[in-house]
């Protein structure tokens, strides 16, 4: 491909649309994170299975790709409530690297249930919009990126919302300050635990559904996203969500850069380099304070 | 006055010789080694001797990660190790012998001790490539904690993977190469497996009992604490990453010289987690419980890639998922999932508690018995 002024439009509006997506699971880790003190490693499987799930509601009931993501929202939020109160819930508190162990068998399990079910050929889901561009500046993009950073943009808005003017977000905020204070002040530490997994998943799931849109997918699709989100938030700082915003679009951007300048194979190894040279020099990301 | 000391000292160590000698562990393991090695001879089939090689080497490998996690490290970039090991070796030992075979103008390399020293050479010189690259990896990981630690060293298995398929020239790790063979496939290999996982372990073992095994543990329980105390924690954690990945690099060696194929692949995430999977369903922090762990995990896997058993769960459960031709790894991997989720947050200690309790159940019981029939 000869770089040109309109290829580096297209790879910048390409890495937008990918790093919108990264962005929302990264969002997702980073609220869990931030109140839990919790890092699900088996975040991307909830993307997987919600990219399953609304390609079964979109193929199987002829619903609209766009509805079936609120759908399948709705069911990944339910099953983030389970994870965590099966799960997550007995080990928190207890040695930091029994939470890896335990996302490792939710990885392995999820996984191979979406492989049981859904098999193992790649899925794509059908868009109302599929085939149509948009042009500008003698570069074309799909629709659906489009409409991706737009949902993206509306989810990350209403999430805000939520955090900053709602109660429920409020007594978020302060578990993730002080949980015993918070408990004293008569906030529900397990509620709130409970609605930010529900959240995280949710926001995963939205991640998801895009990504069966714009991607094909199969059942290994959700092990790549959560390493990249975790890297993006390791580099934003853990619990900021504006470092992960600002990180998701770097991260996005870079890689398609990269993609495009250097050799499609170094674009994880150079992101990874990266987070490395970041982490040996400031401990705790860019933007992250010496907490823990 | 210096002498006397000396003499004691040498009495104290000869104590504590005959006591091992005598003790009753040291008889089940000799015991143990003694069937260890027995058993090929009598059953000689290749299957038995194939799952008991591939359970030596994964011992090792999970025993190094578990080293490891005793100075509070946990590694998800373990495969790195066992990748540089496994293609360090590979390489090596593959010109070695070519530049001998040059020399003595023969196409086949002449099998005996010259081969088995050189094997076993090689094999060391991959272990100590993979712990020279640990060291490096080890300064940069040293100040990192928990998923800070298990990121930066999942990056580095990325990296590997990415700069062995850059390189292919020199490491074929796109396609793949078959190492030359040394030690013929069967019982010397499989002799030559167990001699180094019964060193690998024994030499582990006896470090985590030393004073640095303490300071690691010390280390693991509180670091700050530890630091107080006045253990050079960087300094002890820089030295179990090295031990560890040199001990997961002559795994890797192992493995590449057994399934006699190395290739890029060797770097997976799967590979990654594998020893994790198994020192936590085995018993974390045990000398026996990756053991238990890798003997669980493979057994498991070639048990149910029996072709009878395949065949079983296919006809009887192949109706349900159509979009499959095997059902047999899923079902066993999700199996596998929910047996780690349950033993962390039930029996954190693994199976090795677990079968602690019902040896110590079983024993009340006998003895219980045993009291009350004189009556």
Known sequence: MDITAPTIMLTLIWGLAIGCIYILLATGLNIIFGVMKLVNFAHGQLLMISAYLSWTISVSAGLNAYAAILVSMVIVAFIGILVERLTFRRVLGTDKLNEIFVSLGLIYIFENIAMLIWGTNSLQIPSPLSGLNLYFSGVSITYDRVVAVFVVIAALIAFGLLIKKTKIGLAMRATSQIKNTAMLMGINVEKIYMITFALGAALAAVAGGLYGIIFSFNYQVGAMPTIIAFAIIILGGLGSIKGAIVGGLLYGITEQLATLFINGTWGSAVAFALLIVVLIIRPHGIFGEKGE | ?375
């Open chain 2, 1 to 375: 006055m210096e002498y006397l000391e000396r003499k004691v000292n040498d009495m104290e160590i000869k104590q504590k010789l005959t006591s091992l000698l005598h003790s009753r562990i040291f008889q089940i393991i000799i015991f143990g080694l003694a069937i260890l090695v027995i058993l090929p001879v009598i059953i000689t089939d290749n299957f038995f001797l194939y799952v008991l090689t591939l359970i030596c080497i994964f011992s090792i490998y999970a025993a190094s990660w578990n080293f490891l996690a005793n100075s509070g490290q946990g590694s998800l970039g373990h495969a790195a190790f066992l990748g540089l090991g496994g293609f360090s070796s590979a390489l090596i030992g593959t010109s070695i012998s070519n530049g001998i075979n040059g020399l003595l103008g023969t196409v086949i390399m002449p099998i005996g001790a010259l081969s088995v020293t050189i094997q076993i050479l090689v094999l060391i010189v991959g272990g100590l490539i993979s712990a020279g690259i640990g060291f490096l990896i080890g300064l940069a990981c040293v100040r990192l904690k928990a998923w800070y630690l298990a990121m930066v060293t999942f990056g580095f298995s990325v990296i590997a993977s990415t700069l062995s398929s850059q390189f292919d020239a020199i490491t074929n790790g796109i396609n793949g190469f078959a190492p030359t063979t040394l030690v013929p496939r069967g019982f010397p290999f499989y002799i030559l497996v167990l001699s180094f996982t019964v060193t690998s372990i024994a030499v582990m073992y006896l470090i985590m009992k030393s004073r640095t095994g303490l300071a690691f543990r010390a280390i693991h329980g509180n670091e700050e604490e530890a630091k107080m105390i006045g253990i050079n924690t960087a300094k002890y954690k820089l030295i179990a990453f090295v031990i560890s990945t040199f001990f997961a690099g002559i795994a890797g060696g192992l493995n590449v010289y057994f399934l006699r194929f190395v290739d890029n692949s060797i770097f997976a995430p799967a590979n990654s987690f594998l020893p994790l999977i198994m020192s936590v369903i085995g018993g974390l922090g045990t000398v026996i419980g990756p053991i238990i762990g890798s003997v669980f995990w493979v057994s498991i896997q070639q048990i149910l890639a029996l072709p009878s058993v395949a065949d079983y769960l296919h006809s009887s459960l192949g109706g349900f998922f159509p979009g499959l031709s095997n059902v047999g790894p899923p079902i066993s991997l999700i199996a596998i999932g929910i047996i780690i989720v349950v033993i962390v947050i039930f029996e954190p200690k693994g199976l090795v508690a677990l079968l602690q309790k019902v040896y110590n159940y079983i024993m009340l019981k006998t003895k219980s018995k045993a009291e009350i029939k004189p009556k």
